[in-house]
């Protein structure tokens, strides 16, 4: 995908440049309100802290995060207003010891008794963001649509995490043809497992 034009939104695929700002997704995906902040008040010194390391997490080729399997929604003057963050399965487990092995210094949970997100087979949505000034137009839903028509391509199941409690993300998972497969334990809690169904109309 060079780009991907929906709109008001066009979808590219992220370079390492991009970092800073998959980072700062990365933190609303982990529940963290950095990316409100920096548009409001102003960010704190843990959001400063965090950022970094996700930043340098994004920044390499080696992790969970990179770059590498980055879509960045931007508007059409370029700039950016949403991210995703997807890989594949296969590598998960070891890009899974050198990601929390450099991000130590801000992991709160137990690393020992966490499951594997994402299994062989699956194309994994693992960050999801939209900065609030363009949020419900359409931004996520385009982001998805474009990782479930790759998965696809490559034979692959979509799948993702949500916590049981969020329900605006389950409505919009569900709207998008995903559906419970399962829990899995991670980040010190339980969360459903969803995957894509394929009679799904993109």
């Known amino acids: 995908m060079e780009r991907e034009e929906l709109g008001h939104t066009t979808l590219r695929k992220a370079t390492r440049e991009d970092a800073p700002f998959l980072a700062l997704c990365l933190t609303e995906a982990m529940g963290g309100k950095a990316m409100e902040r920096q548009q409001g008040e102003g960010l704190t010194e843990s959001d400063r802290r965090i950022l970094s390391v996700l930043t340098s997490l994004s920044g390499r080729d080696d992790t969970l ?42 992991i709160t949970f137990d690393v020992a008794k966490m499951e594997d997100e994402a299994l062989g087979g699956e194309l994994y949505l693992d960050t999801l963001a939209v900065v609030p000034a363009h949020r419900r137009k359409g931004v996520a ?7 479930l028509l790759e998965a696809r391509s490559r034979g692959l199941t979509a799948t993702l995490l949500c916590a049981g409690d969020n329900g605006k ?17 991670a980040f010190g809690q339980w969360y459903m497992k969803m995957a894509q169904t394929f009679e799904t109309i993109l």
């Open 141 to 147: 839903q385009a982001l998805m649509r474009h990782w």
């Open 65 to 106: 995060y990179s770059w590498r399997f980055g879509t960045i929604a931007t508007r059409l003057d370029g700039t950016p207003i949403g991210a995703s963050i997807a890989y594949p399965g296969e590598e998960y487990h070891q890009r899974r010891l050198v990601s929390f092995a450099l991000a130590k210094d801000i």
């Open 169 to 185: 993300a389950l409505r919009l998972y569900e709207s998008m043809g995903m559906r419970k497969a399962g829990e899995v334990f």
